[in-house]
């Protein structure tokens, strides 16, 4: 079988920046590691020469609501003065109420778009809804295909709108794990409930049974804002996470997103259950929840990868945003290295949604792979290079973007999305999505 062989400038191996690097790639994997010079090509391989670029690991966007674009530009006369509001006012009235087939399947595929433009290989997906929308995931499966990304698809259960639709919502999972979760499949599932305020202590205990009993992960959002604490200790007279705990739901195999008003004895807590986080440093801003304690995750040596939460695919504006935000927060410019915000796209955010053989450059692991060219007006070196990625790199530095050996993007070009239809019906659905809105408002 033909190979893909690519010669960059530099290659980021797990001991750093390599000059004159390159890779070979065959059957979804990466086959060898070399300098240029040395690689090993065989008679039909395609030889990409890419001098002025680097070779990396794909990202890793660790959270991800696609159906999101919804939200843009909608005029909502409803007054968001906090998370409460933010949910009950707007989010889930003038979005997630009205979300079907036709909706998902258009921002699933303009989300694809970003995503790849953006160098994201990996991503794990939520998609919410005050009832169960039976067979969504196989819309969002069937796009995601098409455009080649490596998924991780879910619907968030939970009972707000009753317990019926709760037990909807994990079947709609757990059926959707029993088919597509194996070995060689893109696209596969993980089970997802909400959270402690719109899921009963049961229902969070069955869903960690059901995920136990086929061998997938759970996610839920866990203190997104001090609504959640706050209505945990009204409620229990506990914390969420001393709640999540005592139900027997916190191991290894759960994947928590935001984690921003949680205390210290929380995050113990986390971090002796091994429990994988997820942060996103502007959708947290967006909804006014706070700083999550991502340095003190990490001190504690939790995995922790980043998402963009639907609210913006740029993920070099999130990989900015961790980067600068956790410094100014903290009145101290030494935290959150750029390398360690590299790591939380690559390496940490593979390992926090369970894709344990992507997100760094090795011989065997998968070739998820991007290329990002050198177009800043400084020097790249092996000294300053997580700086430069982090804070200096845009979309349209990334190149060229393959997924399991797969090309979906060439020369800046995406090759698996249409970006133009794409837009074009994303504009037509949301146009009438909106209407509706505002004739609901009048």
Not at 16 to 22: A, E, F, I, Q, W
Not at 117 to 144: C, H, M, Q, R, W
Not at 420 to 429: I, Q, S, Y
Request: proline share 3%; hydrophobic share 40%; net charge negative.
């Amino acid at each position: 079988m033909s190979a893909t062989v690519l010669k960059g400038a530099f290659l980021m191996t797990e001991e750093g920046l390599k000059k004159n690097y390159g890779l070979r790639m065959a059957e979804g994997r990466i086959r060898q590691i070399a300098p240029n010079d040395r690689l090993l090509g065989e008679t039909g391989d395609q030889v990409i020469e890419v001098p002025d670029q680097i070779i990396l690991p794909g990202f890793v966007n660790g959270h991800n609501h696609m159906y999101g674009f919804l939200s843009h530009g909608i005029t909502a006369e409803a007054m968001v003065t906090e998370f409460e509001s933010f949910l009950d006012d707007f989010w889930w009235p003038y979005v997630e109420d009205r979300m079907n087939h036709e909706l998902v399947e258009a921002t699933t595929r303009w989300a694809c778009a970003e995503m790849i433009d953006s160098g994201v290989t990996s991503f794990v997906d939520i998609l919410e809804g005050p009832n169960a929308i039976p067979g969504a995931l196989e819309v969002e499966k069937k796009i995601v295909e098409e455009a080649g990304l490596r998924g991780r698809l879910s619907f968030e259960a939970c009972e707000r709108k009753s317990e019926e639709n709760g037990q909807e919502g994990l079947r709609e999972n757990i059926e959707f794990v029993k088919k597509y979760n194996r070995d060689g499949e893109l696209v596969q599932g993980i089970n997802s409930i909400h959270t402690l305020f719109t899921c009963s202590k049961e229902f969070v205990k069955q869903a960690k049974r059901l995920s136990e009993e086929n061998h997938c992960m759970t996610h839920m959002h866990l203190s997104e804002s001090v609504f959640e604490p706050n209505w945990c200790q009204r409620e229990y007279g506990k914390t969420p996470v001393e709640i999540y705990e005592e139900a027997g739901y916190l191991d290894e195999n759960i994947l928590a997103s935001q984690i921003v008003q949680t205390t210290d004895a929380e995050l113990d807590i986390l971090a002796k259950h091994q429990v994988k986080a997820v942060s996103m440093p502007l959708s947290n801003c967006e909804v006014g929840g706070g700083f999550a304690p991502v340095t003190k995750m990490l001190e504690r040596g939790m995995t922790v990868g980043l998402g963009t939460d639907g609210y913006i695919n740029n993920f070099f504006e999130v990989m900015r945003g961790a980067f600068l935000m956790h410094k100014a927060n903290q009145q101290d410019p030494q935290v959150m290295p750029a390398k360690v915000v590299y790591e939380m796209a690559t390496t940490m955010g593979a390992q926090a949604v369970g894709i344990a053989d992507a997100g760094i450059l090795k011989e065997g692991n998968l070739a998820d792979v991007i290329t990002v060219s050198m177009e800043q007006p400084t020097p790249v070196n092996e000294k300053n290079v997580y700086d430069q990625l982090v804070l200096f790199t845009n979309p349209q530095n990334v190149k060229n973007v393959f997924v399991g050996g797969k090309q979906l993007k060439q020369d800046g070009r995406i090759l698996t999305v249409n970006e133009a239809e794409a837009k074009e019906k994303l504009k037509e659905v949301t146009r009438q999505f909106w209407q509706v809105n505002e004739r609901e408002q009048a």
